[in-house]
């Protein structure tokens, strides 16, 4: 059963951090990178295969970043908090 006993603080990764951007896959742009959104570029681009088009890969990339600056969802009063499963060792 989920409840605040379960919760482990600080555990999860802030919306918007640098960790953040590294699971989306993200970097900040270098002057050499061809694709670049607000600052932001993809880790990898090959990673779409070989017939990806750039007008995809900018797609991604700016659905990316704007999930990366859109800040933490809101979540309902009533929502329960994040269950962790006891360890078993």
Known sequence: ???KTNSIPN???KHGSSEHAVLLGLRKAAPEDIIVYKGWTLEDTT???VQ???AYIREVLRQKVNELEAGAPEVPAYAP???IPAETA
């Open 52 to 54: 990806a088009t750039e």
């Open 1 to 3: 059963m989920a409840n």
């Open 11 to 13: 555990q999860s990764i």
């Open 47 to 49: 990673a779409f295969g």
């Open 81 to 83: 908090d994040i269950w």
